[in-house]
């Protein structure tokens, strides 16, 4: 059984048609990579895969539940980390990691276990008891990774997953996302940096003007034929164009779908 | 650019009219430009109809000015909390946004010049859009009911714009004195402090531009204008342009508040300790019910002096104290968005419910703290304050429901969208006028009235609850559709 099934999703914000005849399925276990340019639709599909928006047109299933129909149930279950957002500014990490363990009903004492588990990988236990406001974009990064993880969810959708985030954290989180996808649960990630996609993703599927318009396995794709060739042939432009290594802009930097 | 090199080569201009432009584009963009070009037409349209309503109930057109220098003085004071508490303040309200005052970090200008430049263009841009017009409607009205006023309209112009300007920089001058935390106390204090000089019989307003409007003459204009530049250069001098401040730390306090408050969900707690955590406080609630509370003592004050009717404390108070519902709920609403629930399996409706409580909980012992203080001050007929009492709670669930039926979790911003804000505006004249002409024009009351006014404020209450319900599951939908 599929994780993530869509059919023909169509979505518009008035003349613009951010998705148009949205069709995917990616199966349990997979590391899924949804890979566009800016405005080609990755941040809403996001959006609508976990019932935050509702789409013009189309069926969508995620985890056996129907967003569309009961977008709480569906987020029960999975694990969302958006694009850019920050944790609330007046709370301390302690206490955002108390507010969702409240908000998904978790044990305080399983929820302490977690929260000591995901700071110690991600390195920033000194920051515990400090305003979110006054935390770096990248400390920020992080505590918004931990509380999408808190819950242990069979499957977490990732916008930009490694945005503001040193090179040495970026590893851990590469790594940390490989694992949990070798534990079998399933990462459904968008990006527009196609070396992530390339490093870390099982399969990529290309998105341009709310369309998908290619998928491929990343370990398929040999001298021949690289990730960027087959972005480049799709979304249009030379290869050469888009830089000479393969940066959409520089790595880890937030951008807006 | 060193400040004088700004100076030197046109470059303060050009900066002056880049924020001008950035102002219009900030606005235009949030409320839709055609929109938004409306306004102040809607302003005056709005102020003369309340002008000329007031007016035709009996209210002399002195006492109507003076009641538009206090609210001018009030928008000021607002208007500076916004501009100068800071970036986060800035972001919290209209999101990820970069203005030209701020850009001193990224290019060679100076921060306290790009400030002042910030605060000559709030002067200009207010007194054109805003100040103008409520002048010419009050005016016009003025010169329709028989009164020789258009000689004055330069000096009410003059007189309104410069009471804006005082309370920018009164809030701009405490900001830097205060220093983040305490700057709501210490607007607090400072408000305590003057009414206490106010009461020991000295006229404060004798030292604002309204007394100068008053009395025109060099030394009335001496008096009232000296304060701006006092503040201005008192502003500059304690304003911290590197806005460096210790990284915050905090003791976990959220579940022990979530349990104090039984809040299974988490949702209230966050919305109070985000109240609470933020600048100023706590306090910040308090002071905005206190500027309320002075300007309705100051309307009741002048009143009583004009036309010597001593307007009734219970339902003058318990009318406008209710209005402190809209800023309660603003503070309630600054410091998160819906999207910031989206990602977490919660209903919508739960965000809304928790809003609610956590008004309840801040707003009304907020309004009917300050109601109790006029009772124990002004004091009045028993059955008059009880009624007073009854009416602010209505007018607060009235006022709360409505600007939640508006303006979802955004009520700050529909000020400036002419069509909110035209229904926002009739919705509460609508409910208010009445009572307001009860209290201040037909006191002392007789138990026909009082029973009228009970009346009212239960008619008010429930409104404001069935207009809460209506709208959560409209803006659930809204929030949906993108």
Request: hydrophobic letters at 50%; one cysteine or more.
């Amino acid at each position: 059984m599929a994780a993530i099934e869509t059919e023909g999703v169509g979505k518009t914000y008035g003349d613009l048609v951010a998705l148009d005849d949205l069709t995917l399925s990616v199966e349990r276990g997979e590391l899924f990579g949804l890979l566009g340019p800016n405005g080609a639709g990755k941040s809403t599909t996001i959006a609508v895969l976990t019932g935050q928006l509702l789409p013009d047109a189309g069926r969508v299933s995620v985890l056996d539940t129907d967003p569309t129909t009961e977008p709480v149930e569906t987020r029960r279950r999975v694990g969302v980390l958006p694009e850019q957002e920050s944790p609330p500014s007046f709370f301390t990490p302690r206490e955002y990691f108390d507010f969702v363990g409240t908000v998904r009903g978790l044990d305080s004492e399983i929820l302490a276990r977690r929260v000591d588990h995901w700071v110690d990988r991600l390195g920033f236990d000194e920051k515990l008891d400090t305003l979110c406001t006054d935390l770096s974009r990248g400390q920020q990064q992080k505590v918004m990774i931990t509380a999408a993880f808190l819950h242990e969810p069979e499957l977490v959708f990732i916008d930009e997953p490694l945005a503001n985030l040193d090179p040495i954290v970026q590893e851990r989180v590469r790594r940390l996302l490989a694992e949990y996808v070798e534990a079998g649960n399933t990462v459904f990630l968008s990006t527009h940096h196609i070396e992530v996609a390339e490093a870390i993703c099982t399969r990529v599927g290309i998105v341009n003007e709310g369309r998908l318009i290619a998928e491929r396995d990343p370990t398929d794709l040999d001298a021949e034929e690289s990730l960027l060739d087959v972005f480049m042939a799709n979304v249009g432009g030379e290869a050469g164009d888009w830089s000479d290594d393969g940066h959409a802009s520089p790595v880890g930097g937030a951008h807006s779908d | 650019m060193s400040s004088n090199a700004m100076g030197a080569n046109g470059v303060t201009r050009r900066v002056f009219v880049g924020m001008l432009r950035e102002e219009w584009r900030l606005h235009a963009r949030l409320f839709g430009g055609a929109r938004f070009g409306a306004f102040p037409l809607f302003v005056a349209a709005v102020a003369a109809g309340a002008t000329w309503l007031l007016a035709s109930t009996g209210t002399a057109i002195p006492a109507i000015v003076a009641g538009l220098h206090a609210l001018v003085f009030v928008f000021g004071l607002h208007t500076g909390t916004i501009g100068f508490v800071g970036r986060d303040a800035i972001r919290n309200l209209l999101g990820d946004v970069t203005l030209l005052v701020f850009t001193s970090r990224t290019l060679p200008a100076s921060p306290r010049r790009l400030v002042a430049i910030f605060l000559a263009k709030d002067a200009v841009y207010y007194a054109g859009l805003f100040l103008a017009p409520l002048s010419v409607a009050v005016a016009a009205v003025a010169v329709v009911t028989g009164t020789d006023f258009l000689p004055r309209l330069p000096l009410l112009w003059l007189s309104v714009t410069g009471t804006f300007v005082l309370g920018v920089l009164v809030t701009f001058a405490l900001v830097g004195l205060g220093g983040r935390r305490s700057t709501a106390a210490a607007l607090a204090v400072g408000g305590l402090l003057l009414a206490a000089w106010w009461s020991s019989g000295f006229d404060p307003t004798s030292l604002t531009p309204y007394g100068f409007y008053r009395t025109p003459g060099l030394a009335t204009a001496l008096a009232g204008f000296l304060p701006i530049p006092v503040l201005a250069v008192l502003g500059m001098a304690v304003y911290d342009p590197t806005d460096r401040r210790p990284s915050r730390t905090s003791e976990a306090r959220f579940a022990a508040w979530r349990d104090r408050l039984r809040d299974d969900d988490g949702l209230l707690t966050k919305s109070l300790l985000d109240v609470a955590r933020s600048s100023g406080g706590l306090w910040k609630v308090v002071f905005s019910g206190g500027v309320l509370f002075a300007v309705t003592a100051f309307l009741v004050g002048v009143v009583e002096q004009l036309t010597g009717v001593s307007p009734s404390t219970g339902v003058s108070f318990g009318a406008l104290l209710g209005l402190t519902a809209f800023t309660s709920y603003n503070w309630l609403t600054q410091f998160d968005s819906p999207d910031s629930y989206r990602r977490l399996p919660l209903p919508t409706a739960a965000v809304f419910r928790a809003k609610f409580r956590a008004f309840l909980l801040l707003g009304l012992p907020t309004a009917l703290g300050y109601y109790a203080l006029a009772a124990a001050w002004l004091g009045g007929p028993p059955a008059e304050l009880a009624a007073g009492g009854l009416l602010a709670v209505g007018v607060l669930l009235y006022l709360f429901g409505l600007t939640v039926a508006l303006a979802g979790f955004e009520p700050n911003e529909f000020l400036f969208d002419t069509v909110l804000f035209a229904a926002f505006a009739g919705a509460v004249s609508l409910g208010l006028v009445p009572v307001l002409i009860v209290g201040f024009v037909l006191a002392p009351l007789g138990p026909a009235l009082l029973a009228g006014v009970v009346g009212w404020g239960a008619v008010l209450g429930v409104a404001g609850l069935l207009l809460y319900r209506r709208s959560v599951p409209k803006w659930t939908a809204r929030y949906r559709r993108g």
